[in-house]
């Protein structure tokens, strides 16, 4: 596949969502996840068995692991010439941070690749999720929305991801001190540009190659990984719809009996892939937890150290921001995911008529309520599930951090 195509391969996600969003009586032919799955593809970083089998993929997943390997250990080097330094150490812890997380999530799924390309085919194989035929439910404008979401979410998070490289590709022009887009070190000084000018060329090139490269796969992992929890959203609100419209849809208890045991299935497919989903997302979950929760207290200390200095604290203020941004994201999602899921048991509940339908039929509607108690989390155990609840415990415990800071400094 020809660089041509690789691009027109990347770039279909946005022509599609365009031209869904100019037409409200366009479909999408296939799920958000599914489109960033080819972006990856076009980007050569989707690690399966399947691609690994396609010429040189196995040799560029090598050297991609290699490369981000030697660019935290460059900028690990590098933090020990920040040594004295508070406000500097904690730039590069910043940066360190964040390269940990990509490199830790290249890792993940060059093992765990297979699993989650399983998902992503069986989340496409079920959508639209609605039974076809004349008796099917109205389930487009649901699609489209989720569809409509994820095209503003991915415009939005690739023009942010444009400028910020922009911005960082160039510091060097305009921060005193700084000569490299990410404060690095390699043997024998050859960072240095008064010293080295050619090697120093060739770092700085590598870096903004690189930093464009992994933070454009980064933004589609994460679109990925949240459509597939969004589209199992979608699913239980199919299902909802289904179970609402149940006894219009049916004609006689034997259809009605088929259509509830059909039903039944569907929502533990959905218990089942959603199970599957978390185990996939199990380490990752966990490592941006914990990358949050880090650079929300870098910040708020870096800040409190800087405090006298307008321009650090603007800067580790704005770091703050996007680290509470990405995760009140994924408390969003994980919140949309449970509440919507409690909503199959109220369906239910309404679909229960005593003037039709049998014993069997009722077993089944009974089924589906005792399932539908307990709510469906984004969670990976044994750490709390991905909600607003959580997400405000942890904001309390930087607000800890930070009235502690402000009774010692002062």
Known sequence: MDLRENLDRFLIFYFD????????????????AYFWREQMKAMLL???????????????????AIKSFVFMATMLYGLTESIGDNV???????????????????????????????????????HPWAQQGPHAVDYRSGKRWYFVLAFFVSTSWALFLVIFLGLLVTSPMWVQNQNLPFHAAFPFQWHDRSTHPITHAIIYLF??????????????MEGLSISIYVEITFAIEVLCLE?????????????????????????????????????????????????????????????????????????????MLLALGHLSMWSLFGDLLSQTSLKV????YEAYDPTKGS???????CLIIRRA??????????????????????????????????????
Not at 308 to 314: F, G, H, L
Not at 376 to 401: D, H, K, Q, V, W
Request: with cysteine; charged share 20%; glycine share 4%.
């Open 17 to 32: 969502g365009w031209k869904v969003f100019r037409d409200p009586q366009l479909e999408s032919r296939h799920s958000p």
């Open 46 to 64: 989707y690690t399966t068995s399947e691609e690994r089998l396609l010429p040189y993929r196995s040799f560029w997943h090598t050297l991609v």
């Open 88 to 126: 500097q150490m904690g730039r590069d812890l910043a940066f360190i941070i964040g390269i940990f997380y990509i490199t830790f999530k290249i890792f993940y799924f060059l093992r765990y690749g297979d699993a989650l390309d399983e998902v992503v085919n069986d989340l496409e194989a079920f």
């Open 207 to 220: 870096q903004c190659y690189f930093a464009a490269y992994a933070l454009t796969w980064l933004l589609c």
């Open 243 to 319: 179970l609402l419209s149940l006894h219009r849809r049916c004609d006689g208890n034997e259809q009605l009996r088929l259509e509830t045991n059909r039903l039944v299935r569907l929502h533990q497919k959905v218990v089942e892939i959603l199970d599957r989903i978390n185990d996939v997302f199990h380490g990752t979950l966990i490592m941006q937890m914990g990358v949050n929760f880090s650079l929300v207290s870098l910040s708020v200390l870096e800040a409190m150290e800087a405090r006298k200095d307008p321009k650090v604290v603007a800067q580790f203020a704005v770091l």
């Open 345 to 348: 048991s109220e369906a239910a």
């Open 359 to 365: 014993k069997e039929v009722y077993r089944d509607l």
């Open 373 to 410: 108690q307990d709510p469906l989390i984004m969670r990976a155990s044994p750490f709390p599930s991905f909600n607003f609840i959580n997400y405000t415990a942890i904001l309390n415990e930087c607000f800890g951090i930070l009235t502690f800071l402000l009774n010692t400094l002062d």
